[in-house]
């Protein structure tokens, strides 16, 4: 069983691989359970806005999922989220960040060259730890005062790029890759203030 005392792992564990389409969302859900947190016959159950969780684990967890990857977090926190958005999908992005982001978020992306993807990733991160999901972007407020509490990273599986963001994590919070084929660097963020 994971741990969580180790320092670590002391706010968890973020776990990604190649996904496998004869394996469902709430199957890859239990056997990352059952592989890091030692939880047998876990029954997935989903809240009112489609949050999977799991009765009475002392542990929350996140999954998320884009093109050929996807990862899981499994932390002793009370909630956490995790998002993966691929750096080459194509969107009318300045019409979504009015709807999708507050002001001083995307004041803070141009001020800072902030891929707008990055951003997403991490507005959907937050929003899956607060448990409303992404339909409720605007009730959430600005990510701004809490930006210290995410990470984020840049992968590569090998021919498509990604963006990584787990909320709330530091760094003790231990990325795990399933396959050396992956590339994986810390995305470094500048703080609310910087101008870069």
Not at 92 to 115: G, L, V
Not at 133 to 139: A, K, R, T, V, Y
Not at 154 to 160: K, L, M, Q, V
């Amino acid at each position: 069983m994971l741990d969580f005392s180790s320092e670590s792992v002391k706010k968890g564990i973020i776990y990604c691989c190649a996904i496998d389409d004869s394996i469902s969302s709430d199957d890859y859900i239990k056997l990352c359970l059952k592989r890091f947190g030692d939880i047998d016959d876990a029954v997935i159950r989903r809240d009112e806005n489609g949050k999977p969780y799991v009765d009475d684990i002392s542990c929350s967890f996140s999954l998320s999922h884009s093109a050929s990857l996807i990862s899981f977090y499994l932390s002793p926190l009370p909630s956490v989220g995790i998002d993966i958005q691929r750096t080459d999908r194509k969107y009318r992005e300045s019409d979504i960040a009015k709807k999708a982001f507050e002001k001083d978020e995307i004041k803070w992306m141009e001020r800072n060259s902030i891929p707008f993807l990055l951003l997403w990733s991490m507005k959907e991160a937050y929003a899956k730890a607060d448990g409303r999901g992404i339909f409720f972007f605007h009730d959430l407020g600005s990510i701004l005062p809490v930006l210290s509490e995410f990470r984020t990273w840049e992968a590569n599986d090998g021919s498509i790029d990604y963006y990584i963001s787990a909320y709330p994590a530091d760094d003790c919070t231990r990325l795990i890759l399933s396959d050396s084929g992956f590339q994986v660097r810390q995305y470094m963020l500048p703080g609310k203030d910087s101008d870069q």
